[in-house]
């Protein structure tokens, strides 16, 4: 059964971003940890976390997804940019916890020039400072589209990092459909040949949460620009392709497409309707 929501806003508080998710026909939303271009985050209250947690449970939520900032840079060697994305970090992984969200999901970093060897030695310090290890909340690295001196557009760099974090039982994979398709993994054309490389370096047990973006940009462009699904460069039929996909199937997707909550309503609503007619559903 496909489960799927959209990024939703957090500006009138958590429960309303999950009663805005319901109203929209989704099972499931991802939000943002924090102010995604500054530092900012509100604290909720008992009345707020209660009211969150009925409607999840009362509805039956796939697992909800935080995304962490994008001021956040593990990569980074300047001090006062990787000081704030260790606490950053720290702080939200365990906020997030505490809030009962089950999933966590962060961009891996740029390296400004460093290098990819010395950004993903940074990366994995932080997060080894980060993590404790009692946490139930998984985090989670996205595939990244390879723009400028981004970390994370190759399998074999988000298998680097893993492999230098201490407790690797809290760490996953967010399979971006836009970025994997911009780094140059043809999911349109031969996604099967896409999967057994990432089970061959990484696993795909390590997959847990899938972004279903189209791109705007071609096929390899380096390039992170998100589009409506069915209407970019990779197209309905491969998407679909991914929807349906054995190995990733009972994953839950979150669409993160240039659309308001109308349109994402929609979206999540074509999306089904075309599953149906297809007999995917």
Request: aromatic share 6%; hydrophobic share 40%.
């Amino acid at each position: 059964m496909l489960r799927i929501g959209t990024h939703m806003s957090i500006a009138g508080g958590i429960a309303k971003a999950a009663e805005a998710t319901v109203a929209m026909g989704a099972d499931t939303m991802q939000i943002f940890s924090r102010n995604p271009r500054g530092s900012g985050f509100k604290v909720y209250g008992e009345e707020e976390i209660r009211r969150f947690w009925e409607i999840r449970d009362s509805h039956g939520f796939a697992p909800i997804l935080a995304h962490a900032p994008y001021t956040m840079n593990l990569a980074s060697e300047k001090e006062e940019v990787y000081t704030f994305a260790c606490s950053t970090l720290k702080e939200d992984v365990a906020r997030m916890d505490s809030l009962g969200i089950d999933l966590f999901v962060f961009h891996p970093g740029s390296h400004t020039g460093i290098g990819i060897e010395k950004g993903i030695d940074n990366i994995v310090r932080g997060l080894n400072a980060g993590l404790t290890g009692q946490e139930k909340i998984r985090v989670l690295l996205e595939t990244m589209s390879g723009k400028g001196t981004e970390i994370g557009s190759r399998f074999e760099e988000l298998k680097a990092i893993l492999e230098g974090v201490t407790h690797k039982e809290r760490m996953g994979i967010c399979l971006d459909t836009c970025h994997v398709f911009s780094a140059g993994y043809d999911i349109r054309k031969n996604l099967e040949k896409v999967l057994e490389e990432f089970d061959r370096i990484l696993g795909l047990d390590l997959l847990r949460a899938v972004h279903l973006n189209d791109s705007k940009m071609p096929f390899a462009a380096r390039k992170d620009r998100h589009e409506v699904t069915g209407e970019g460069e990779i197209g309905w039929e491969a998407l679909r392709r991914v929807i349906c996909h054995p190995s990733l199937r009972d994953l839950p997707f979150y669409l993160e497409t240039p659309l308001d909550d109308a349109g994402h309503k929609e979206e999540i609503a074509k999306i089904r309707k075309k599953l149906q007619e297809e007999g995917d559903l």
